[in-house]
């Protein structure tokens, strides 16, 4: 009897020792406390994504315990500060709650619906009805790209044609590139802005660059390279853009429409549903 009796008191022991609620589970790893409020190690685990330093992770940590701080501390504040009736957010809970719903909702129906294929002809319909949104804020180019040594032998011959656009010319520029060139890119087929021509360039070529026209070229160099420029065409500031050169930004306002017409048919159907059950109910002056 004695035995039994002693097991319960054994047991009470145990559960007060840190050692054994961390053994059975029951008490978590603890990082940081203000009040009633602990955070917890197992919400720290998912703020590494990847390999870090132990002096990145330590940063990472530090930081958000210090975020973690400053909303708990706020809370206590307002808490503090405020009188019940600021304190009762009851309303806007519910408001929040119902936004957030129909939200999810919508965004539910509106995936479950959308026809997400565009045709060429759609994209070209919307670029020629809506031209006036895609006037150019800075000029387009398509350009030849080369980039070669100072000392390289062939300098001389590619700088002579690089500005060709005879096919025998382009032909033997390519065949001289392909041997000699630390870059040789044709950019024909694809629009490029000043800017990111600029990346491909030294910083003292910026003002050659911004002042590219029509058939125009930048010849410069550093002190180990000649970079060498021809332009294909030329598209002047507030002229319509390309539509190939907008036919993302085309494509994401095409299914933006979608969106809005499904949205606007989910109206006209919960409305119509509603009268037809007769959910809705109105009333009259003097009516009750």
Same mark, same amino acid.
């Given at each position: 009897m004695k035995k039994w009796f002693l097991l319960p008191a054994c047991l009470l022991f145990l559960s007060s020792c840190s050692y054994f609620r961390n053994w059975i589970g029951t008490e978590q790893e603890r990082?940081?406390?203000? !009040?009633?409020?602990?955070?917890?190690?197992?919400?720290?685990? !998912?703020?590494? @994504? !990847?390999?870090?330093?132990?002096?990145?992770?330590a940063n990472l940590i530090n930081h958000y315990i210090d975020s973690w701080a400053v909303d708990n501390l706020l809370l206590q504040k307002a808490e503090s500060q405020l009188t019940k009736k600021e304190k009762d957010v009851k309303q806007e809970l519910a408001d929040y709650r119902k936004s957030l719903l129909v939200f999810k909702y919508q965004k539910k129906y509106v995936?479950?619906?959308?026809? +997400? +294929?565009?045709?060429?002809?759609?994209?070209?319909? #919307?670029?020629?009805?809506?031209?006036?949104?895609?006037?150019?804020?800075?000029?387009?180019?398509?350009?030849r790209l080369i980039k070669v040594r100072l000392h390289s032998p062939y300098l001389s011959m590619i700088r002579n044609i690089y500005r060709s656009n005879t096919i025998e010319d382009m032909q033997q520029l390519e065949r001289l590139c392909e041997s000699s060139a630390e870059i040789y890119t044709d950019y024909s087929n694809k629009w490029l802005t000043t800017r990111e021509l600029a990346q491909d360039l030294p910083p003292q070529a910026k003002d050659e660059i911004y002042a590219l026209?029509?058939? !125009?070229?930048?010849? +410069?160099?550093?002190? /180990?390279?000649?970079?060498?420029?021809?332009? #294909?065409?030329f598209l *002047?500031?507030?002229?319509?853009?390309?539509?190939? #050169?907008?036919? +993302?930004?085309?494509? *994401?306002?095409? /299914?933006?429409?979608?969106? @809005? @017409?499904l949205l606007k048919d989910l109206e006209k159907e919960v409305l119509k549903e509603g009268w037809n059950k007769q959910l809705i109910k109105t009333y009259r002056k003097n009516e009750h």
């Amino acid at each position: 009897m004695k035995k039994w009796f002693l097991l319960p008191a054994c047991l009470l022991f145990l559960s007060s020792c840190s050692y054994f609620r961390n053994w059975i589970g029951t008490e978590q790893e603890r990082v940081a406390q203000i !009040g009633d409020e602990i955070l917890y190690k197992r919400d720290l685990e !998912g703020l590494f @994504q !990847g390999p870090l330093s132990s002096e990145d992770s330590a940063n990472l940590i530090n930081h958000y315990i210090d975020s973690w701080a400053v909303d708990n501390l706020l809370l206590q504040k307002a808490e503090s500060q405020l009188t019940k009736k600021e304190k009762d957010v009851k309303q806007e809970l519910a408001d929040y709650r119902k936004s957030l719903l129909v939200f999810k909702y919508q965004k539910k129906y509106v995936e479950e619906r959308i026809d +997400t +294929t565009i045709s060429p002809e759609e994209i070209l319909d #919307y670029y020629n009805n809506n031209r006036e949104l895609f006037l150019l804020d800075a000029p387009l180019i398509k350009v030849r790209l080369i980039k070669v040594r100072l000392h390289s032998p062939y300098l001389s011959m590619i700088r002579n044609i690089y500005r060709s656009n005879t096919i025998e010319d382009m032909q033997q520029l390519e065949r001289l590139c392909e041997s000699s060139a630390e870059i040789y890119t044709d950019y024909s087929n694809k629009w490029l802005t000043t800017r990111e021509l600029a990346q491909d360039l030294p910083p003292q070529a910026k003002d050659e660059i911004y002042a590219l026209k029509p058939k !125009g070229y930048v010849d +410069t160099r550093d002190s /180990l390279y000649a970079y060498l420029v021809s332009v #294909y065409d030329f598209l *002047q500031e507030g002229m319509p853009s390309p539509a190939e #050169y907008k036919e +993302t930004e085309i494509r *994401q306002n095409i /299914l933006s429409r979608r969106k @809005q @017409q499904l949205l606007k048919d989910l109206e006209k159907e919960v409305l119509k549903e509603g009268w037809n059950k007769q959910l809705i109910k109105t009333y009259r002056k003097n009516e009750h």
